[in-house]
């Protein structure tokens, strides 16, 4: 993939994470952070004079469509666009009419626009994402389940395809509920995603780096307009949903086990220290994730979510 093309895609990414207009302080220092973070992956563009272009509207949307020289690569633009709008599993009206103008731009019909979202809408975060009880609900065995979590979606971030991607937040999700559940408190989808912000962990920001890390690690590929990709060590370097999802499901059964006492500050301070550690962990646990990876595909990784 060309620089350029890379180059418009993380655009059109920071464009739709900026799309609801509603991002405060916290979660613009958030994207700033990850544009910072995947200039180290890519040193050929600027990412941090790439995040205040967009943000101050100096680099906008035709400019980018512009940069993208062919159809598969404005396919995949409107996909991965279309996961950073519905991180949060749903789509405000900002929102929307931002997707309408990138599909007219990157001139896709309705019908190709309507196909890729038939395709990622079953992995779009839902209140049924927290509606079944993870695996290994008694105290004992909780390690082993958060455990589990970090090793599938580990996994799921070293393929190639969106619906992979957007996987690792229901994953997410189902794991602290399940979590609570284990300390007899019964949690909707709202307050997990309270939770799982409170900690600093941003929904969008998630999928922003996931998708720029796939794309500047040589993951992504393109054919007849789809992306497409294999497993490789390109990516197994880089991968951070193990740590964040090990650190989260850490820290959600402190919190509970302790009778939900915890303020923000602390909640988020809790989860860097956990982080660290979880970080190291997955380098042991690196050849079980590569398998894991070699197993899975959107119809096993759909029934996982839905159990």
Known sequence: MRTEDQKSILAIAL??????????DREREEVRRIAESLATASPMIDLRALYHQVLLKSFGLDEAVAGLSDDGLRHYA????LCVCEADGQTTA????????????????DVQAREIEHELDPFVPTASAASGAASGNEKSEL???????????GALELLPQSWASM??????IKMIYGIGKTYGVTLDQGHIKEFIAAAGVGLTSQ?????????LGGLLGKMAGKTVGKIGRAATGMAFSFATTYALGQLAKNYYAGGRQMN?????????????????MQARYL?????KAATLDASKVLAMIRA
Do not use: V
């Open 15 to 24: 464009l739709a994470a900026f799309a609801d207009g509603a991002k405060d």
């Open 78 to 81: 409107y996909e991965m666009a």
């Open 94 to 109: 900002s929102e929307r009419a931002f997707l309408d103008r990138l599909k007219a731009s990157l001139g896709l019909g």
């Open 143 to 153: 390690d082993q389940s958060i455990l589990n979590y970090a090793l599938l979606n």
């Open 167 to 172: 996987a690792i937040i229901p994953l997410q």
């Open 207 to 215: 999928y922003l780096e996931q998708f720029g890390r796939k794309m």
């Open 264 to 280: 923000g500050e602390l909640l988020r301070d809790t989860f860097q220290s956990l982080l660290g550690p979880a970080k190291e």
């Open 287 to 291: 050849p079980q994730i590569e398998e």
